[in-house]
T-cell receptor, first 114, second 114 residues
């Protein structure tokens, strides 16, 4: 079975500062990894994904994440935070067999201070 | 394309009442999923359907039933609602076997059981 741990349920940064949201996963087979963003009272929107190939993946809104197998991590970064980045972010893992459902972390709420 | 749509957006039930949450997708996806979101717990899989005519239990299926009515529609039924089922419910879809792995989410249904 897969699992995801997101370190820090709340992260606060200043506008223009680096955003770093941490995600570690556990999987017995090579995983597929995702970051989703959820704005208040909305559904989840895919930010980026890693399936195979290049380990540094770029997503929408200037976000990127790097798959590090040795560290079982998939941290999300953005060089310069914008007020509009304030939202909840979920890391998720899936495997390419069976149901392919997503196993989610508990989420990190990002606050951006002016 | 509307993507994934869910009805209703909000619902209040009394303990013991029943209701059906509706979900439809217009992306010709094979797989569909129901998740519930509770504070601090991320999203947890209730049921999924790999293809039309098939359904299977997820992590938290107790108290729920599903119907994959056709390729587009996947409904979730609460036969006898309980306060523990107060949650936000999300439907999602993906291409499924042989396709891409990301899931697309609906806007959610906020359910309160009193």
């Amino acid at each position: 079975a897969q699992s995801v741990t997101q370190l820090g349920s709340h992260v606060s940064v200043s506008e223009g500062a680096l955003v770093l949201l941490r995600c570690n996963y556990s999987s017995s087979v090579p995983p597929y990894l995702f970051w989703y963003v959820q704005y208040p009272n909305q559904g989840l929107q895919l930010l980026l994904k890693y399936t195979t190939g290049a380990t540094l993946v770029k997503g929408i809104n200037g976000f990127e994440a790097e798959f590090k197998k040795s560290e079982t991590s998939f941290h999300l970064t953005k060089p310069s935070a914008h007020m509009s980045d304030a939202a909840e972010y979920f890391c998720a893992v899936s495997v390419p067999t069976g149901r392919r459902a997503l196993t989610f972390g508990s989420g990190t709420r990002l606050q951006v201070q002016p | 394309n509307a993507g994934v749509t869910q009805t209703p957006k909000f619902q209040v039930l009394k303990t013991g009442q029943s209701m059906t949450l509706q979900c439809a997708q217009d992306m010709n996806h094979n797989s569909m999923y129901w998740y519930r979101q509770d504070p601090g717990m991320g999203l947890r899989l209730i049921y999924y359907s790999a293809s039309e005519g098939t359904t299977d239990k997820g992590e938290v299926p107790n108290g729920y039933n599903v119907s994959r009515l056709n390729k587009r529609e996947f409904s979730l039924r609460l036969e006898s609602a309980a306060p523990s089922q107060t949650s936000v419910y999300f439907c999602a879809s993906s291409e499924g076997q042989g396709g891409t792995y990301e899931q697309y989410f609906g806007p959610g249904t906020r359910l309160t059981v009193t």
